[in-house]
């Protein structure tokens, strides 16, 4: 049996998660529909609202993992994790709302889910107090030892010790090397039980595996190996068996999952939608009127540039320059002659970025991912950059990790572009829609900012 805390702390939140919502929800029936006469909770059918309630719950706290809380490097990450998945229940409900012409009560669904907030808050508040009390009182304090130094180790490390339950019942030791490690954990072990044990990969040769794997087992310790490999250890790795053998399954980003795909597809459609239909509707013909009294041309500019997987595709814009031959060759400087007065205006509050939502719905672009570059820019940055192309393995955005960093516009020296392709590379690798909506929020932020 998993005598890990964090998997059983998980177990009791799904169940405490669950129980509050509908307690939530029976205390706003009882608060909305007091004294009703005609209201009938059977007749009325919120029965069937409770049932896809708790049903859409289950589905996406399952797949936002917020019970694996191993998962996550810091509280407060946890944490807005959680604020994400019940927004997106609210959504989910208002969108059912919506589609049934408002048949529930939207007071009721207030209600419900501010219930739901506080009652969960105070729910895991209290499973946390009682159990970190059966801990003092019925388990012993356990070990952790960790093998290794260097920047992997202390990530590991550090992340045990902020998400430990309770430093009173938890202790982690390190140790440098392998050198007489059966002895040192040994050691360790006289004075306190040893529940896992984490080494860095590179640290083991067959021999030393063999004998620590079978000491693990007679010893009832969980084995972790560290992937200290920088390159690789970045990604998503998942174990695949092919026979009798293990193999790791390195994808090139954690779009790779359908289901991550499509969650983030849908999300750029409904985001696009709503601003093509609030905005762009209404910003298209004044910018159209404005561009064209104030220069000679066509209100859009079409570029090609470098999409996923290396393919060209036409990004469109604002125009914001007057025509001339160099678009396609020299980037946008800073007082660059080519931009028009409309121009510095537009390029200053990303105003020209606006029609490139046309390009999210046409599948060509996401809202957030990394910027499309002229063509040749692409073939100019990857002779210099080794692994530049792989921010090419998604789809390219609007707006992306980069450039809510403070890493926009051109790029005249080096180091800009290396921190600019980390970046990317970053968020390829470690894409969520958390991250996303993050994203969203801190570009919509700066704009305004900015404008100021």
Known sequence: MNKNHKYFLGLYYRFIDLLTL?????????????????????????LNLL???????????????????????????YFFRVVLVVLLQLLITIGLNGLIKTFYSRLFLLYTFIGFAIIMTLGRFLTNLFYKAYLSKKLKKNLI????????VKDVQSTLLVNTIDE????????????????????FKKETPIT??????????????ENLSNYCDNNFIRLRLILDWQRVSSKVIESRNISHTTVLNIPLTPLDDPYNTLL?????????????????????????????????????????????????????????????DDSDKIQATKGDKRITKVGHFIRKTSLDEFPQFVNVLLGEMSVV???????????????????????????????????????????DEDHLLVSRVRLDTFYVNNWSLYLDLKIVFYTIFGVFQDHK
């Not at 030892?145 to 992997?152: A, D, K, L, R, T």
């Not at 009173?168 to 050691?187: A, S, V």
């Not at 984490?198 to 640290?203: D, F, N, Q, V, W």
């Not at 073939?379 to 789809?395: C, V």
């Open 145 to 152: 030892v960790i093998v290794g130094e260097g920047f992997s």
């Open 369 to 411: 991912g990394p910027r499309p570059h002229m063509l040749k820019h692409t073939e100019e940055y990857s002779q210099l950059i080794g692994n530049f192309m792989n921010r090419h393995a998604i789809k390219p955005g609007i707006t992306g990790l980069a450039q809510v960093k403070g890493y926009r516009g051109e790029i």
């Open 22 to 46: 509908n307690v939530a929800f029976f205390i706003a029936k009882f608060i909305r529909f007091q004294g009703v006469k005609e209201y009938s909770f059977l007749e009325s059918k919120y």
């Open 264 to 324: 983030k597809r849908s999300f750029d459609i409904l985001f696009s939608l709503f601003i093509i239909i609030t905005v762009f509707s209404w910003l298209f013909p004044i910018l159209a009127v404005v561009i064209k009294l104030t220069s000679k041309g066509p209100v859009f500019f079409k570029q090609k540039r470098t999409g996923i997987d290396n393919k060209e595709f036409n990004c469109w814009k604002f125009r914001s320059m007057t025509v001339n």
């Open 196 to 209: 896992e044990l984490y080494i860095k990969i590179s640290l083991l040769n067959e021999d030393l595996m």
């Open 168 to 187: 009173n019942y938890q202790k982690i030791e390190g140790i440098n090397g392998t050198d007489n490690l059966i002895e040192n954990l040994e050691n």
């Open 51 to 77: 049932i896809v309630i708790n049903l859409s719950w289950i589905i996406l706290s399952h797949s936002q993992k917020i019970y694996s809380t191993f998962l996550f490097t810091s509280r407060r990450r």
